[in-house]
Structure formats: C-alpha cells, structure tokens
C-alpha cells in the first residue's frame, strides 16, 4: 500500500514562490508516474502537472507552463513541486497521485493527465494566494 504525504502549502501574496513536497511510503516510486493535482472552492479537480519516474518526461497543464516545475527525488522518494510566481488563481488544494502504470495497463513511458490513471492520493496541502 502506498501512502502519500503532501507538504508545504501555506499562504503567500501574489507573485511570491513555494515548494510543495509529496513524500511516498510503503513502496518506492519505481516505474509509475506522480501527478500533482488541484481543486479550488467550488470547482472540480484538475491536472497540474506529472512526472514519469523511469523516464522524467513530464507534462504540464497550459496554465502553470513555465511557472511551476515538477522534479524527483530517487534517494528520497519524494517529488517536488516548485511554484514560481504565483497567482490568486492558484489557490487550491494541492493533492499528489501515484499511479503503477502496468496495473493501470499503461505504457511505461507515458505520463498520466486524468484523475482516473492514479491510484493513490494524499490528502493534501492548502495553497492559498492574496493579491
């Protein structure tokens, strides 16, 4: 069972930068894909970006394009996602996925967009920005 910890949301002004962390247990990330998500008050989940751990492709949602960047940690079994620049449109909660892409019958090198390819979620972090 993998268990995913989000950390280091909080609340900023526009403009400013944080670094959320996504910490796994139980298993190391391996070949599967960690996807970053968010859900602002009153809207639906969305994509914001992911990482294939085997390759390091990556893909991100047009929005958060050369704002945010995603990375990976192998020694720590953690992924980062660094918010640069940030907009009162980004207030959300942040929420980590995971996925096992063969159990999902995914192919190895793909990087997963939709809610419906994770498998594991953390319970989030606050992300909350002033103008």
């Known amino acids: 069972q993998v268990q995913l910890v989000e950390s280091g949301g909080g609340l900023v002004q526009a403009g400013a930068s944080l670094r959320l962390s996504c910490a796994a247990s139980?298993?190391?990330?391996?070949?599967?894909?960690v996807g970053w998500f968010r859900q602002a008050p009153g809207k639906e989940r969305e994509f914001v970006a992911a990482?294939?751990?085997?390759?390091?492709?990556?893909h991100y949602e047009d929005s958060v394009k050369g704002r945010f960047t995603i990375s990976r940690d192998n020694y720590k079994n953690t992924v980062y996602l660094q918010l640069n620049s940030l907009k009162p449109e980004d207030t959300a909660v942040y929420y980590c996925?995971?996925?096992?892409?063969?159990?999902?019958?995914?192919?190895?090198?793909?990087?997963?967009?939709?809610?419906?390819?994770?498998?594991?979620w953390g319970q989030g972090t606050q992300v909350t920005v002033s103008s």
């Open positions: 996925a995971a996925t096992h892409l063969a159990h999902k019958g995914l192919r190895l090198g793909v990087v997963p967009v939709a809610e419906y390819e994770y498998d594991y």
């Open positions: 990482v294939n751990w085997g390759t390091g492709n990556t």
């Open positions: 139980g298993r190391t990330f391996g070949a599967d894909a």
